[in-house]
């Protein structure tokens, strides 16, 4: 199995037409990437990027910017990297779904990675604290957890990873 992270905008014409066809299992998700991700992406709300496996749209995540308010950040990451006490930049990882013909098979790890490799390209160019994901669901989150996302102290389907600790994991792998 080898995959391919395509941007939207220069997804091949075949795999565009594919989108209404793609299934993760979760509507909202589905419909994103069907009839609202080219819009987002014509205005400049997010971009999108989509993993083509074995010549199929196999899963897609998109990315926005985004402002995080200090408060709702775990206590020990602004104590350990001493983080200023107003909102922070950060990149916002604002879906990423696996179409459930490759769910189970890596996928969303291979486009998370490729998610904090573009966060890394961010904050060269104009800085940011870390890559933030609202989980939609509790198993979502148990994903991101894996990684060492942390959870936000009033809401655990908020999750944060520090900047520093994306260029590890990366430096790891």
């Known amino acids: 199995m080898t995959t391919k992270i395509h941007p939207l905008s ?3 014409r075949e795999l565009l037409d594919a989108r209404s ?3 993760c299992g979760t509507p909202a998700l589905n419909s994103y990437l069907a009839e609202t991700a080219s819009q987002h992406e014509a205005r400049n709300i997010t971009r999108t ?4 496996t074995d010549g199929a749209l196999s899963g897609y995540y998109a990315l926005t910017n985004a402002n995080v308010d200090v408060s709702a950040l775990p206590p020990d990451v602004i ?5 200023p006490t107003h909102q922070l930049p950060v990149v916002r990882l604002a879906r990423l779904a696996v179409d459930s013909r490759f769910q189970g098979q890596g ?3 291979t486009l998370l990675i490729n998610a904090m490799v573009k966060v890394i390209r961010v904050a060269e160019l104009s800085g940011c604290m870390g890559l933030t994901v609202d989980a939609k669901h509790d198993r979502a ?3 991101y957890l894996e990684f060492g996302f942390r959870q936000a102290p009033e809401n655990g389907r908020l999750l944060f990873m520090p900047l ?3 260029q590890e994991l990366l430096q790891q792998g």
């Not at 990027?49 to 083509?52: P, Q, S």
């Open 10 to 12: 220069r997804l091949p």
């Open 49 to 52: 990027f989509c993993g083509e």
């Open 107 to 109: 996928l969303g790890q």
């Open 164 to 166: 520093p600790e994306i």
């Open 21 to 23: 066809r793609f299934d």
């Open 79 to 83: 104590k350990k990297y001493k983080l």
């Open 141 to 143: 989150a148990g994903f």
